[in-house]
């Protein structure tokens, strides 16, 4: 009797110990994603800063980026959102008149959306991720994934404060801090004056 209880009991924490390390290695997985998606982004980025610098001075201030993203471009292959499971298209682009930061659908929810966003007019790129357990969570991995400070899902329900963000993006990664959202710049410090002890 006193084996067949320890056997259970060895037989219970074998079962524990394989549940935590599966849930680390999904949690490292997702982590990898994420770093991924961040060099896909920065990627896409300095192409379209590239690109637009070889249009020249010429342009206006609203046509400093391409009007599209090519995919010859890129030597080593598409940068690709690792997070979005199937086959999606790869990129879109916002229409000519948008002046958002962000999409109008940035939760992946139909085959027809593409991995990313592109508005040209802005030089900014989104990476849409897919629908998790919760609104807030798919919020929250939005918000971390591309730097951003949405409060609402959809950008059009929460007026320009939630459509248009400071376009901050954060590609450093280190052991603690890496993934978390950029923070808004600090407010700049109040002017002190100075004033002579001298009559």
Known sequence: MR???DSLIALMLLGILAAVLLHHHDQQEHLRQIRAVHEALADLEDQALFRGALIGNSQSQAERF???ISPTWFDHGLPDNLLVPGRQPWIDVAP???DNDNPPDPVLTRPTQAKFWYNPSRGIFRARVPRQF??????DLYNLVNGTYLRSLDPSKTGSAA??????MSYKFGPSAALAPAKAPA???RPTLFRSSNP
């Open 96 to 98: 000519e008149s948008d």
């Open 134 to 139: 919760s609104d807030q969570a798919t919020l």
């Open 3 to 5: 084996l067949l209880i």
């Open 187 to 189: 407010k700049p410090p």
């Open 163 to 168: 459509g248009r963000t400071p376009h901050l």
């Open 66 to 68: 391409p009007p599209a």
